[in-house]
């Protein structure tokens, strides 16, 4: 019984470290993690960052209406069909399809909501179509760590797509965070990390799946994203 635990124990460390490393950098080179990117300013000294990329058989132009259409009760993340059933039932399945109703042309300060109005949310740093987008948020804390914790985070997603000459392009998506308190940024690292295995990975494999299929695009019935209007003054 103590061989049995002990490979069990081993096993699972193994298996953390491979997610960890994964969710650090699964899929993008050595060169990619040492490039600068537009956004790395917006968190001048993070305590963490994760590169993920992929190549995706079509030109930037073709992959850049899919991130578009990114959005709670949009078009989805296009993480795997188990992860939104399992994790995110809420949030609907992402959509294998683009929605004419629901592509947009983003411009600085356009928000791309992440959970219910209210809570999560992205807001647009930077954008050059077909190109690079750069995503801020300091909303994504567990509701009222904030206050009751003093928890904070500034995160930003930075996708950047390159043009090959083969017809093909390269989709790189940089993460880059700072976080409070260190207990905060331990559970980050510690949960977050691994988890960047499955749903950054999964959503850069489910992204190319999805262009390079190339399905008509057809109305979901979702609605457009209409920011809430802001409160009155008393």
Known sequence: MPHLARAVVVTAAAGYTALQILGR???????ERKASL???DVVPAPRLV??????????????????TQMGWHLGGYYSPAWVDRLLFPQN???LDHLDPALLRRLQVGDVIPDGE?????????????????????????PPGWDVKYGASLLWT???????????????????????????FTALYEAAVVPSDAVMAIGMLHGLRGRVEAD????????????????????
């Open 215 to 234: 399905p008509a695009p057809r109305l979901s019935g979702r609605h457009p994203y209409v920011p809430a209007a802001p409160a009155s003054a008393a």
């Open 38 to 40: 537009p956004g790395d």
């Open 50 to 67: 994760t590169d993920h990329a992929i190549t995706i058989a079509a030109p930037a132009q073709r992959v850049w209406p899919w991130l």
């Open 157 to 183: 997603w930075t996708f950047v797509l390159t043009d090959l000459s083969d017809g093909r392009c390269r989709l790189h998506l940089r993460v880059r965070g700072r976080t409070s308190p260190w207990w």
């Open 25 to 31: 950098r699964g899929g993008a080179t050595g060169h």
């Open 117 to 141: 109005p209210g809570t999560a949310s992205y807001v647009v740093h930077q954008v050059e179509a077909p190109h690079v987008l750069v995503l801020r948020s300091t909303t994504h804390v």
């Open 92 to 94: 609907w399945p992402s």
